[in-house]
Nanobody
Framework: VQLVESGGGMVQPGGSLRLSCAAS????????MGWFRQAPGKEREFVGR????????YYADSVKGRFTIARDNAKNTVWLQMNSLKPEDTAVYYC?????????????????WGQGTQVTVSS
């Protein structure tokens, strides 16, 4: 089982980035996928999640209206589109998979994790 994030980097405030999460070794369509982030000295924070087929999404208040999660099970890929980025969005971003319910926001309930990709928002 492997999740590999890509697409991170440095961007100016107000800019956009799209993160990708490539899945292998398991059937993506049977997992709810989540995105989390962790800033230095802080706990890992829930960003958003997407249902098995992609028909439902849910976001943390801090990113609602700016971030969008999508998935393509045939391509074994999940994306996190981030717009109107702010310095406080700076963190390592992780994708994760859970075989549990759709409503999981606790990192402890996620089964598989990627290695993370750094996003830095700075002028």
């Amino acid at each position: 089982v492997q999740l590999v994030e890509s697409g991170g980097g440095m961007v100016q405030p107000g800019g956009s980035l799209r993160l990708s999460c490539a899945a292998s070794g398991f059937t993506l369509s049977t997992y709810v996928m989540g995105w989390f982030r962790q800033a230095p000295g802080k706990e890992r924070e829930f960003v958003g999640r997407i249902s098995w087929s992609g028909d439902r999404t849910y976001y943390a208040d801090s990113v609602k209206g700016r971030f969008t999660i999508a998935r393509d099970n045939a391509k074994n890929t999940v994306w996190l589109q981030m717009n109107s980025l702010k310095p406080e969005d700076t963190a390592v971003y992780y994708c994760a998979a859970t075989s549990g319910t759709y409503y999981n926001t606790d990192p402890k309930n996620y089964d598989y994790w990627g290695q993370g990709t750094q996003v830095t928002v700075s002028s």
